[in-house]
């Protein structure tokens, strides 16, 4: 409970300030911090504590599993249900993607402690981002009918500062040891990731009435918050995967809808009303859903 309560109020004290006189830019300005300083922190003083193991290539690859399970489910409902092809790929890229750094960090350490960050780096870098930086840019082209182009995938993946920070951990991880300082340095500036992100989060979030969009809504949620993680706990245990790892990459598996995403769909013009709910309204039912996955695994 306390876990829930410091996220809810995270949220909600950006919510509030959203809505007083706050400085202008103030969200950009928390977003650059978070991106910029305090998740490459995370993911340097995170990784190179890990020891190599095959079986670290099942939370990247349960995050695949997601996406395109969202695509298959939302094509097929789609062409059921006779939505646009901008709508598809609104729900491809919502449905798809979950936000496992900017909430799922957060809700990771706040659930589980910092023992857990380590397998949601992964998950999150090898799994939703690299699915957002190279699928999200496939579906993004195959549904407006634009040309695909890899320089610029491959740049925007090579170039992310999260991701540079983990090809840098896996080289320095190799070392015999490292000097105290970097963890102070590593553990001080990535603490900061949990109430910024949250708190900008909140900044930014708008709940709109759901309107005519209910039957969307409910497939892309239905999806993204109940069956995505249903799959994934399967995959794991198929695997026999620890109870830990598959805790933590399930819960990863549960997360709200990525704002980028939702971002994405808006700016190409696919159904930008509901990708502004699914990311909306999917954060604050996660909230509550998230918790109850943890349960439903300890149980």
Same mark, same amino acid.
């Given at each position: ?12 004290? =950006? ?5 007083v006189?706050?400085?202008?830019g103030?969200?950009?300005s928390?977003?650059?911090? $978070? ?6 922190? *995370? ?6 504590? %890990? ?5 670290? +290539?099942?939370? /990247?690859i ?10 298959? %489910?939302?094509? %097929?409902?789609?062409s059921?249900l ?6 598809v ?13 900017? $909430? ?11 023992e @857990?960050? =380590?397998i949601?780096?992964?998950t ?9 930086? $190279?699928? @999200? ?7 407006? @009918?634009?040309?695909?182009?890899w320089?610029? $995938?491959?740049?925007? *993946? ?13 080289? +320095?991880g190799r ?14 500036? =990535? ?10 989060v ?5 709940i ?13 949620? /239905?999806?993204?918050? &109940?069956?995505a993680? *249903? ?5 794991? &245990?198929?695997?026999g995967?620890?109870?830990?790892t598959?805790q ?19 700016q ?6 509901v ?12 909230l ?8 439903? %695994?300890?149980?």
């Open positions: 409970m306390e876990a829930l309560a410091i996220i809810v109020f995270c949220v909600a004290a =950006g919510m509030l300030t959203a809505r006189n706050h400085p202008e103030l969200a950009q928390l977003n650059w911090w $978070v991106v910029y300083v305090a998740l490459p922190a *995370l993911v340097l003083g995170q990784i190179v504590t %890990l020891e190599p193991s095959w079986s670290l +290539l099942l939370p /990247g349960s995050m695949w599993l997601v996406f395109f399970g969202a695509w298959g %489910l939302m094509a %097929l409902v789609g059921w006779g939505w646009s092809r901008g709508l790929g609104c729900m491809v890229l919502t449905a798809g993607l979950g936000n496992t750094a900017f $909430v799922g960090y957060p809700l990771i350490e706040a659930l589980m402690g910092k @857990g960050l =380590g949601a780096v992964i999150d870098q090898f799994g939703s981002f690299l699915m957002l930086s $190279v699928m @999200g840019a496939v579906v993004t082209a195959v549904y407006s @009918g634009q040309q695909l182009r320089a610029g $995938v491959a740049k925007r *993946l090579l170039t992310f500062p999260a991701f540079i920070a983990l090809l840098a951990a896996i080289v +320095l070392l015999p040891s490292l000097p105290a300082v970097f963890f102070a340095l590593t553990d001080t500036l =990535g603490a900061t990731m949990v109430p910024l992100a949250l708190f900008s909140g900044l930014q979030l708008k709109r009435s759901a309107g005519g969009d209910t039957q969307p809504l409910l497939f892309g949620l /239905g999806w993204k918050l &109940l069956l993680p *249903l799959v994934v706990w399967a995959l794991l &245990l198929w695997f995967i620890d109870a830990k598959t933590v990459v399930v819960l990863q598996g549960a997360m709200a809808p990525m704002v980028t995403g939702g971002i994405m769909a808006q190409h013009g696919f159904a930008p009303a990708a502004s709910r699914m990311v909306g309204l999917g954060l604050l039912v996660s509550f859903t998230v918790p109850l996955w943890q349960q439903v %695994l300890l149980w």
